[in-house]
């Protein structure tokens, strides 16, 4: 069931997305060398509860033992975080973070490069940054998913990357996982109809190999089948009459 959300729920989300893109900007700056995901996620358990008030909404999300899903090169998402796995040069960085705030749930990701990034990594992360703009460009009452996907899609392929299709986007806001799923792939004028009030995470998961993608045995960890780097930028969006409002948009996180 698709929810279409109030002012006042929309308002509500509105302070949750920005307080959850406030997290990765938060934890930039520790996104370096020597640095184990294990602290980066204390340290982002600790801004959500006690600098945010509000609640890491990944914590026991079925059974997810983390804040922050953290995942490394060719780990798409849902990288569990640990002591043992240690930030080295070169590597890309994705953290995927949730905040529940007064009830309202706020879902967002972004990759971070550690230089030395390759150019290879740079391109990866621009495209997926900008496909991601791309697809809010369509996002408006009226407008299809497959409208959406497509956007994604034709934007990497032109770098020679690929969505991974097996994960999508998905409505957001009064729960963390809420209808529609929303593919990073698809055909224009195909799909669900969007609707004013609507709120969507739109996530770009792009691959720089293959789209194929297999399960760790931890059974979180989703990484490229052919170990190809991936990357992943996630923004809460509201469809509207006449477009779209990025809602967990803050001035500092602004990527292009």
Known sequence: MIIIKTPEQIEGIRRAARAARSVL??????????VSTKELDERIYEYITETLGGEPTFLGYRGFPASACISINEEVVHGIPSPE????PGDVVKIDVGVTLD??????ADTFLVE??????????KATREAFWKAVKVIKEGAKLGDIGHAVQSHVARYGFRPVRELAGHGVGVKLHED???P???????GLRLRAGMTLAIEPMISAGTARVRTLPDGWTVVTADGSLAAHYEHDVLVKP????VLSLLSSSFPL
Not at 85 to 88: P, Q, S
Not at 116 to 125: D, F, M, N
Not at 184 to 190: D, K, L, V
């Open 116 to 125: 030395p990034a390759s150019e290879l990594a740079k391109r990866l992360v």
């Open 184 to 190: 990073n792939y698809g055909r224009p004028g195909e």
């Open 85 to 88: 796995r240690v930030i080295k």
């Open 242 to 245: 006449t477009g779209a409002e």
């Open 180 to 182: 529609p799923l929303v």
């Open 25 to 34: 900007d938060f934890i930039a700056p520790f996104v370096k060398p020597g």
């Open 103 to 108: 009830g309202f749930v706020g879902d967002v």
